[in-house]
């Protein structure tokens, strides 16, 4: 009876074993033949409740499955591996950053799992981890409070391409004092304030991202190596790019690459000046082409020669406009119409005093009310010509004929003055000229 207990107990500890073998074995998984590395991809699993792993395993994908890891028992799968050092789980609905709790994990692949936010769990504390990638998911932004649980770890590489990421929060990577690589390609980026922060990094690769011109942080590069920023939207690179910098600094271990950038080149002679003289500080120097304007379109950059390019006078180059000069501008546009709008008042002003009719003293009723009744009685009738010019001559002068108690007597040739002038004819205007 003992012997068939024995023999029991035997055959299901020989099947478990096989059972385990066969995850690799049977063709489930491919397994290296020391069992150190496995690769379970696109097998469709939910869960890794039926699934063991061999506890040697160094390297396990699981790759194009359904996995959450958002049990105990899948979460206890890996966390009890204490072989793992690489981990890929791309392309599996996380939603979130799995909290494995693994203090000998080197590097963790999260590419293409639904992550909404880069911040990673307080299971992380103390982690090891060496290498991270959240490429391919929707994170949008990275905030300060993200990696503040790996402060103090030995991260080194960080990639998060194809994230949709438009802003990142300039202390977001002071946790991370040993990155050296960081790799944003392929995102919505247009500054990156938060190169300041990083005192360890040797590269950044911003390739694919919506830089017009390039950043001033670039001035000062501390230990950075490489600077990528192929296919960008950089048209212009003149004497106040942070190049300058670097060749008045005389750096000599520092690289940029621009490939695919739509460059002005009759915007940019300083630039290609700079290419052809400093050739070591552009990694992709020999491949840049103008893509403006349409005459030198498709023509390489070191091909050209500033001094015989026919940019025309009229261009300005982008330094030209320095602010003093644009300050200028300005004040100069607004003293002119202001001058104008003086000289306009002044002249609407003096016109308006030499035309019409205006009031004297203000009392015009005085001049306008004469007593035509008490006029009749001193003057005989005036000839039809004489009224006629007696009302060309009140038109035409600019001062009131007020009455006067000058003697006067009528004849048969008008009215005369006590002083005997003719009054009428051809001497009418003296008459009205008489206080």
Known sequence: MYILIEIFIITNLIIDQVITAN???????KCSTDFTLINCDTKGWRNLDDVDFPVNVVTLTLINNNLKFNTITDLAKIENLSNLINLSINQNPLGTIPPFNHTQLRFLSLQDTSLTSAEFP???NNSHLQAISLSNNKIHSINEEDFLILRGSNLKKLHIDSSSISKIDQNAFIPLTQLQALSLKNNQLKSCEFLLS?????????????????????????NIKTYSFIHNSISIIDESSPLSRWLTMNYTNVKIFLANNPFNCCLSLWFIRFIKTSPQFVGDASVLTCTSPPIFAGKLLIKLNPDEMNCGSDIPSKSWWTTGRIISIVVGSVSMVIIMIILIIVYTRRYSSHSGYEPIGGNDELYSNLDTASLDEHTSTIPEDDDELLTNASIGSTRSIAPTDAPTHTTAEGVYAADGSLVGGSQIEEAALIQ
């Open 23 to 29: 995850v690799c074995s049977s063709g489930q998984c």
């Open 122 to 124: 307080s299971s992380y």
């Open 198 to 222: 990083l005192q360890a990094l040797s590269s950044i690769k911003l390739d694919e991202n919506q830089f017009t011109s390039l950043p001033q942080q670039l001035t000062t590069p501390r």
